[in-house]
Structure formats: C-alpha cells, structure tokens
Nanobody, 115 residues
Framework: VQLQASGGGLVQAGGSLRLSCAAS?????????MLWYRQAPGKQRELVAAITSGGSTSYADSVNGRFTVSRDNAKNTVYLQMNSLKPEDTAVYYC?????????WGQGTLVTVSS
C-alpha cells in the first residue's frame, strides 16, 4: 500500500483545511482502518482520527467536534476536514493504513496555524 498525503499549508487560527490521503496498491475499502496521525515539534506522534472499513470513526479528544475524517472508496482517498483550527494543531500530519495490524505510512504534510 502506498499513501500520498496532501493539503497542508499555512492558515490563520479559526480557519479550515482539508487533507487528502490517496492510496494505491490496494483498495481502501478492504483496509481495516485508515488513520491520521500528527507530530508537533518536540512531541510524540499522536493519533488524531480513524475510520474503519465499515465507516466507523473515532477522534482524539483534542480535535473532536472540529475535525471530520471521511473516505471516498471510488477515489481510493481518505480525507481529514479540519475546522476551527488552533495554533496547537500545528504539526506534520501523516496518514496510515492498518492492514491486519501492519501499518503503512505516507509522507507527512505540514499544517501551520498562525495566531
């Protein structure tokens, strides 16, 4: 599975961004879970959001109500809609695929939120 994340950039606090994660090599419909992680400078990588093959979603408390993860099986792409962004959301965001507990990672995309 190859993953290509995109959509990062610089945004003011309160703004929105949509990240995309395009998959190839395997249909995301057959992947147990598609996940978004982030890593801020000097901090550990943390799980932000996840969506299962059945469409169930889960979120970190810090983004719940502001971020929405979705998938488009026809485009083989997973999205992370980020609203009401805060400076503390600044991080490199990574998408990952959980294939039978084997993780595949995409390259990160940088999100910078200015105050």
């Amino acid at each position: 599975v190859q993953l290509q994340a995109s959509g990062g950039g610089l945004v003011q606090a309160g703004g929105s961004l949509r990240l995309s994660c395009a998959a190839s090599g395997r249909s995301i419909a057959s992947i147990n879970g598609m996940l978004w992680y982030r890593q801020a400078p000097g901090k550990q990588r943390e799980l932000v959001a996840a969506i299962t093959s059945g469409g169930s979603t889960s979120y970190a408390d810090s983004v719940n109500g502001r971020f929405t993860v979705s998938r488009d099986n026809a485009k083989n792409t997973v999205y992370l809609q980020m609203n009401s962004l805060k400076p503390e959301d600044t991080a490199v965001y990574y998408c990952a695929a959980d294939v039978d507990r084997l993780y595949y990672w995409g390259q990160g995309t940088l999100v910078t939120v200015s105050s």
